[in-house]
């Protein structure tokens, strides 16, 4: 069962580790994406000197980090079915753990401030977990949210916490966290993302191998139908509990990464739920439904609004706007839509066949244009009557 | 043996479950039929036993352990497992993947789900063994929520047997569906029960059925055992004739 | 009268204010949640917008009818009356905005996985915290220049108690805007339509009641209550562009508190949640933000179904 390899149905495929068996060409596409990841630091040189602004090393490795996070969210969306909104709580907690071990605690190792980070951000999770899992759908989300922001509210109004100013990641006479006791002086960003480069790989390994054992299918059960779950024999709320426990460690240990990273910790960019929030979308932009999906989703995101910001001061209205238009046209998101099922796909057949169909015959233009007047007026009668309704009382 | 001792259940007003006593199993793969009219009782009683509700009064035995305080999952992995009136099953899986997913829960501990398809081969064949018994491979691959109505009850049975248990419970594995399929349903739950010596409990309406199959019937009435006894019982003993089919509305 | 009670009087009072504000907008969630099973997180932003709407109104009427000047009884009851207007208006502006965001953007997601509503209702959030940007700008409106009559108005007396005018004319608007509340939910036809709604849809659509209205106008009515609630609140204080989270996430504690989609529980938890964060304000600070929190997480673990269970037992 080592990396070789194997024939399936006649072709040959390649092994790359136990049970992970992939065909040439997804195969390559894996080397391909893991040389790109770890190309980055070099290609953000090219960019530089291309003028590209977005590609810069602390955007991408940003993207990388929110997106690790939205991995370990997904967990729970995309299988057990639980809508959180308050992954920003296990991230916020793991990044005050790496500040205040830093800062009160003297810590100066890296490795031993991610950690901590993670190892908090779970207990965290294993809390928050622990009182919200009785709950499903919207209440669920409630609750989440609840929580997070009562995380939010804590570390603003502890001045120990920096309050709403936050609070730097500087343990050692360097500042900077060092590496097995050597400080890294200007290579520390590079290297950085290298670690994070690392620890994203193993642990979409991890989670690949969670998704592709026996749990998964306990989770999409207890997802789709809670009660018939437990009357198979699943411990319903000991797995959800254990579910919610995984994506926090994902949580926690983004959290750690971004501090370290930044160097700097605030309540508004670690706790607050919009940045949940944020989690949540980068899950959905890039497809929450496959495993890649949510780290494209983190990357893309951060860039978006990297350029966004650059471009105009409403950018909330831009990200909305944004997720109006991935809900109803594309809901697999970006990596989700470009299987063969995708929205994109079926979007092209669709046009394929309606050029067909106006080349043969030019009056259905004029059926098109009919079909959607009448729409549009339909939802005008529509709203009118409600209005109507609504203030002279109901008919 | 299964028992239900003296349960008792009330719903406000209603008393559902009324000081009920019954055994099941007085031999493995006893085929036992309840029957009554609608708003008997007789779901109640399998909630009962099942852990879906718990009793006011009384208790459930199971193999001579006290299991009335265990969860329902906690049952299924002693040995009982049941199917619903309402089809519940997975509805977003293939029928493969719901039959793979009662066969991988019936590992107990939570770390051995983690592991990795090794004992792959071993579950598939499993899988694939269920799905002939119930003469489900056809339509192996359809996504569960698009299935016909008998082929959905087949897979609520199906199911639950995989869950290899000691003792099932089926509530209503016929209902809806046409009388062709009944038959096959009946059939194979039958001769699964048979071979792989499983008391099987089941709620049913038709009497032709529960004549034909019963080993024992079981009459409930207004939350209360009305009458007991065998099909062989019904032709001779004509009190209990009335007693039990007077009551079959 | 001791000054300690005094203060203890006086901060219940702003806390039963506050609570009966929060009432307004908690309400409005607890039944957009309890009969559209819809949880719109846009909803703090809705208050805010109502607030930013009401200061311009009151502007507007201010600048438009001259309040004569002088003090005395005549300039303070046409000062009252003018924040009353601009408390309606608000209102009325927040109905058609609630009318769009459930027509157009939330009925046709209704058949669909709950993520999508959660992250459209977000996507709302996001787009009117922008439009408020836009129209009014970064800077938060102090309304103390708008509302400066308020100041004019002396101060209610009473037991030997001071207690701001406005105060007490909020605490009374609340009032009676609670009991239309209930009255229109227990007494009036389009009420009871609404809560048969909720309690079984498809029985409703069987005596003829048509959901998809029932949903326009309970969406309506939430952003009515939250609209006015800004307008409520905002003069004593300033109008910021992020007003709405707080709130938004109180509504949280008060209806985990109260009971999904009971409107007697959301009255019960938000002034509970009112009360309580007042009298931490005053005597223990740092208690404020975790007090409610903590209500809710033992609410949470005794019972789960908060106070008064769910919609259709109780109104």
Not at chain 1, 96 to 119: G, K
Not at chain 1, 254 to 267: H, I, S
Not at chain 1, 310 to 328: D, H, R
């Amino acid at each position: 069962m080592s990396p070789g390899l194997v024939d399936r149905d006649g072709e040959t495929h390649v092994r790359v580790i136990q049970g992970l068996v992939l065909s040439k060409r997804r195969f390559a596409g894996l080397l391909l994406g893991v040389v790109f990841l770890f190309a980055v630091p070099d290609l953000v040189r090219v960019a530089q000197a291309l003028d590209i602004s977005f590609f810069q090393l602390g955007v991408i490795h940003r993207g990388l980090v929110f997106g690790f996070a939205a991995v370990g969210l997904n967990l729970l969306l995309r299988h057990t079915e639980l809508v959180s909104f308050g992954h920003a709580a296990f991230f916020g907690t793991g990044a005050y753990t790496a500040a205040v071990t830093a800062v009160y605690l003297d810590v100066t190792s890296l490795l031993i401030l991610l950690l901590l980070a993670t190892a908090i951000g779970t207990v965290m999770a294993g809390i928050i977990g622990a009182l919200s899992l009785r709950h499903t759908g919207l209440y669920f989300a409630l609750l989440t949210l609840a929580f997070g922001q009562l995380l939010y509210a804590i570390a603003l109004g502890q001045s120990a916490l920096g309050g709403s100013d936050g609070m730097p990641v500087r343990p050692g006479e360097a500042n900077e966290p060092l590496l097995l006791g050597q400080s890294l002086g200007d290579a520390y960003g590079i290297i950085l993302y290298y670690i994070t480069a690392i620890i994203v790989l193993v642990g979409l390994l991890v989670m690949w191998r969670i998704v592709n054992s026996p749990f998964r299918y306990a989770l999409d059960a207890i997802g789709q139908d809670r009660t018939r779950a437990e009357f198979i024999g699943l411990p319903v709320r000991r797995y959800v509990w254990v579910a919610f426990v995984i994506s926090g460690v994902y949580g926690g240990v983004a959290g750690g990464l971004f501090a370290v990273f930044r160097q700097y910790v605030t309540p508004a960019g670690t706790l607050y739920f919009l940045q949940s929030g944020d989690i949540l979308y980068m899950a959905i932009l890039g497809g929450f439904k496959t495993l890649l999906g949510p780290l494209v989703g983190g990357v893309l995101l951060v860039v978006l609004e990297f350029v966004g910001r650059s471009v105009t001061p409403y950018f909330e209205f831009l990200t909305g706007a944004v997720l109006v238009i991935l809900v109803f046209g594309f809901p697999e998101g970006i990596v989700g839509s470009i299987g063969e099922d995708g929205v994109f796909r079926r979007a092209l057949a669709r046009g394929k066949r309606g050029a067909a169909d106006l080349r043969e015959n030019p009056s259905v233009a004029g059926d098109w244009a009919r079909r959607i007047g009448g729409g549009l007026r339909r939802q005008i009668d529509e709203s009118l009557t409600t209005l109507r309704v609504i203030v002279f009382g109901v008919s | 043996m299964l028992e239900a001792r003296n349960l008792r259940k009330s719903f406000g007003q209603l008393t559902a479950t009324d000081d009920v006593s019954l055994e099941f199993g007085r031999e493995a793969g006893e085929l036992v039929f309840i029957v009554g009219p609608n708003g008997a009782g007789k779901t109640t009683l399998v909630n009962l036993l099942t852990g879906y509700l718990s009793p006011d009064e009384g208790s459930v035995v199971m193999d001579d352990q006290d299991i009335t305080d265990m969860s329902p999952d906690e049952r299924v992995h002693a040995g009982l497992a049941r199917s619903f009136q309402v089809v519940r099953v997975f509805e977003d899986m293939t029928v493969r993947e719901n039959v793979r997913t009662v066969v991988l829960a019936r590992q107990k501990k939570t770390r051995s789900m983690f592991s990795l398809a090794d004992r792959h081969e071993e579950v598939e064949a499993t899988v694939q063994d269920l799905l002939e018994k119930f003469r489900l491979e056809d339509v192996a691959d359809a996504v569960a929520e698009e299935l016909p109505h008998g082929d959905r009850k087949l897979l609520d049975v199906a199911m639950s047997f995989g869950l290899d248990p000691n003792y099932l419970l089926l509530d209503e594995p016929t209902s809806g569906v046409s009388t062709r399929e009944k038959e096959y349903v009946i059939e194979t739950i039958v001769e699964v029960s048979k071979a792989e010596g499983v008391t099987t409990v089941t709620i049913e309406h038709d009497m032709d059925i529960v004549t034909e199959y019963a080993d024992r019937l079981i009459a409930l009435h207004q939350g209360a055992v009305h009458g007991e006894g065998t099909p062989q019982m019904l032709e001779t003993d004509d009190e209990l004739r009335s007693l039990l089919l007077g009551v079959e509305a | 009268m001791a000054s300690g009670l005094e203060t203890f009087i006086v901060q219940t009072l702003n806390g039963l204010q506050f609570g009966f504000v929060l009432f307004l907008v908690a309400s409005g969630l607890t039944v957009i949640l309890g009969i559209l099973d819809v949880l719109n997180l846009a909803h703090g932003e809705l208050f805010a917008f109502g607030a930013y709407v009401s200061v311009g109104v009151f502007g507007y009427i201010t600048g438009a009818i001259a309040i004569p000047a002088g003090g005395g009884i005549v300039t303070n009851v046409v000062f009252v009356l003018a924040i009353l207007a601009a408390i309606v208006v608000t209102g009325l502006v927040l109905v058609p905005v609630g009318v769009i965001f459930e027509s157009v953007f939330i009925r046709p997601i209704y058949e669909r996985d709950q993520v999508y509503q959660l992250v459209l209702t977000f996507a709302l959030l996001l787009i009117i915290l922008d439009v408020t940007k836009f129209i009014w700008g970064d800077v938060p409106i102090r309304t103390d220049s708008v509302y400066s009559g308020i100041n004019q108005i002396p101060t209610s007396e009473f037991l030997g108690i001071n207690f701001p005018t406005y105060n007490v004319f909020a605490i009374l608007l609340g009032a009676v805007v609670v009991g239309g509340l209930f009255y229109f939910f227990e007494r009036t036809k389009t009420g009871r339509i609404i809560r048969a709604t909720a309690i079984n849809r498809e029985m409703a659509t069987a005596i003829g009641v048509s959901t998809d209205r029932v949903f326009t106008l309970v969406f309506a009515l939430g952003a009515f209550l939250a609209g006015i609630a800004g307008a409520v609140r905002v003069p004593p204080t300033a109008a910021t562009l992020d007003m709405g989270t707080n709130p938004l996430v109180l509504s949280f504690v008060v209806i985990v508190i109260g009971g999904l989609g009971s409107l007697r529980g959301a009255f019960v938890g938000a002034v509970a949640v009112g009360v309580l964060r007042s009298w931490m304000i005053t005597f223990y600070p740092p208690g404020e933000v975790a007090a409610p929190f903590a209500i809710m997480a033992v609410i949470l673990l005794v019972k789960p179904e908060g106070l008064f269970g769910t919609w259709g037992e109780t109104a």
